[in-house]
């Protein structure tokens, strides 16, 4: 009997899934403890999701966090070598949150490839997430963006670091009207500043996005992430999964390490994205190695939303009487074959909803 | 069904009218009647209203897929949403005010009583000045008068409020309208919907202007 397939969808079920389905494609568990060395996270703040980092002392005196991040302790410990390290995790993750104070334990799966980051490589990475979203729901959405196509335009704009950081922040929020207010007040030519504005209201499924993205390209870099991001998603078509896929800017994230590709997954019904991840060579730069890297993490505190759980507890209720228990042990063993729940108690206290209520009398159950 | 939250109040009720004017009216609403939620199933939307400050809220949350919020609010709270539209509706201007004639020395911590902490705060750092803010809920004007604060940092419409009480406006941080927001995830599985309406009132909104 398949516990997995009977059980109702549940963070467990989902957590389980996800780690099947990483290591069907060959991905190696990566396991971490509770806690990272501080500094670590301080020295990388930008690259963090937010929410403060929870800290303590250490037996040693070490400033030490519970950990807030995967990504950040998988490349610290990446080498430069031959082989790409394609690692999966399943770890709790502990962030407090900015306004309340209140501490939370948020379970998160991911997947990381270290390395040669070829086409293939970040297609198969992109695909795995399709396929983590499709564990999760029937309804899901992989919106995609590339942060080389947003700095080439930017580039081309000739913008203050300040101000780059105020555009992004527009392109994020389908800001459309600010867009222009901020083009204009920079003096941007109206040809770039049109095509600036169309980050923020792209969106659509790629065949029909990729000619007007081509329209848009202005220098090599653009022209560059188009040409990748129709590549990927030719190969992500093969696969039968191109039809959740959207071009959509708005999730492109932090400048100063995502470099590529970058990614989020939405799922019908729950308000936040659940995925997110994106290619993220420039901070293999800051740690010094000279690979890629590409990765991506589920975020299934978020699930619970989704989920339908009408979960009131056992199925079946089984009344006995203590002074007539013999083969009562056998008779509720006979009835969780089928896969129910079972409560035994001797009285019936409360008006919790059974599918079937038995009172066990003289050996045999008699329903209710 | 589109889910809207609208803010209680004059900005909501013009919200509302617009809405309407666009094909999306949903008569139950406009009765005298002490529900909270009102659904038109023949036009796939509902309305429920909301204090204005927590209207984000509901958006950010999925609560609602659309809401109409002051830029003033979304700002001071910080919502990730996409804001698709500013309405040019209910303008008024974020500004520091203060006693008429009346200039802090520069030396001291300046004491500024407000709303708006989050906009209060940013906005002084950007002057690297170094402040104390006062969190108050309304009537702010009186606190420099009452010698609580040097200035304030609030909502000025006409302005009136302030010249009828001896304060005035000594500098402007930015202005201030109603914004269409939408949560990131709805707009991604119903963009059409959501995108027909913001187009509609873009139209709506720069004909008037």
Not at chain 1, 25 to 52: A, C, H, I, P, V
Not at chain 1, 152 to 162: T, V, W
Not at chain 1, 181 to 194: I, K, Q
Not at chain 1, 286 to 302: E, N
């Amino acid at each position: 009997m398949d516990l997995i397939r009977t059980t109702a969808r549940s963070e467990e079920t989902d957590l389980l899934r996800l780690q099947r389905l990483y290591a069907r494609y060959g991905y190696d568990k990566f396991r971490m403890s509770k806690f990272e060395d501080y500094t670590l996270y301080l020295q990388n703040k930008d690259f963090l999701k937010g929410g403060n980092i929870i800290t303590f002392n250490g037996p040693d005196g070490r400033l030490l966090a519970l950990k807030q991040d995967v990504t950040l302790s998988i490349v610290k410990n990446a080498r430069d070598e031959a082989t790409p390290c394609k690692v999966y995790y399943t770890e709790n993750v502990y962030r407090a949150s900015d306004d309340t104070n209140d501490i939370r334990e948020i379970p998160q799966a991911g997947v990381e490839y270290v390395g040669q980051v070829d086409v293939y490589a970040m297609s198969e990475v992109l695909l795995l997430a399709l396929e983590s979203l499709s564990v999760v729901s029937e309804r899901y959405i992989l919106g995609v963006s590339h942060m080389g196509f947003v700095r080439g335009l930017l580039d081309a704009a000739d913008f203050s670091m300040d101000v780059r950081r105020q555009v992004l922040a527009c392109i994020q929020n389908k800001s459309a009207h600010e867009l222009h207010a901020l083009c204009r007040a920079h003096g941007v030519e109206a040809s770039l500043e049109e095509k600036l504005c169309a980050l923020s209201t792209v969106f659509g499924k790629p065949e029909d996005c990729f000619p007007t993205l081509e329209g848009m390209a202005v220098n090599d870099a653009t022209e560059e992430a188009v040409r990748e991001l129709r590549q990927i998603y030719d190969l992500l078509c093969e696969t039968g999964h191109g039809e959740n896929v959207r071009i959509d800017f708005s999730v492109a994230n932090d400048m100063q390490y995502y470099n590529g590709v970058t990614f989020q997954g939405f799922v019908d019904g729950t308000p936040r994205s659940v995925l997110s991840g994106g290619r993220y060579d420039d901070l293999l730069r800051k740690f010094g190695r000279k690979s890629g890297a590409i990765g991506f993490a589920v975020y299934l505190d978020l699930l619970e939303y989704g989920r339908n759980d009408t979960d009131g507890g056992a199925d079946v209720l089984v009344l006995y009487d203590p002074a007539d228990v013999k083969g009562l042990a056998g008779a509720v063993q006979a009835l969780q074959q089928d896969g129910r729940r079972v409560r035994v108690q001797s009285e019936r206290t409360d008006d919790r909803a059974y599918k079937t209520v038995y009172a066990f009398r003289e050996g045999g159950l008699v329903e209710l | 069904m589109i889910h809207i939250a609208l803010p209680k109040g004059r900005l909501g009720e013009k919200a509302y009218q617009i809405f309407k004017s666009l094909g999306y009216g949903c008569p139950e609403i406009e009765e005298d009647n002490r529900k909270l939620i009102f659904e038109n199933p023949e036009n796939d939307v509902c309305y429920f209203w909301a204090k204005p400050s927590d209207v984000p809220v509901y958006v950010e949350r999925g609560a609602a897929d659309i809401g109409i919020v002051g830029k003033d609010i979304l700002l001071e709270h910080g919502s990730d949403v996409y804001e698709l539209l500013d309405l040019g509706m209910g303008k008024c201007r974020m500004a520091v005010a203060g006693i008429r004639g009346h200039r802090p020395a520069a030396d001291k911590t300046l004491r500024v009583a407000t709303k708006f902490p989050n906009i209060a705060r940013s906005y002084y750092a950007s002057q690297s000045r170094e402040i104390e803010i006062i969190r108050l809920n309304g009537s702010i004007e009186i606190a420099p008068l009452l010698g609580l604060s040097d200035v304030i940092v609030d909502i000025v419409e006409t302005g009136t409020t302030l010249r009828e009480n001896d304060l005035e406006v000594k500098a402007e941080i930015l202005p201030i309208s109603a914004r269409l927001i939408a949560n990131k995830s709805s707009f991604r599985f119903a963009d059409r919907e959501i995108g027909l309406i913001a187009e509609k009132m873009k139209e709506l909104v720069t004909e008037h202007d």
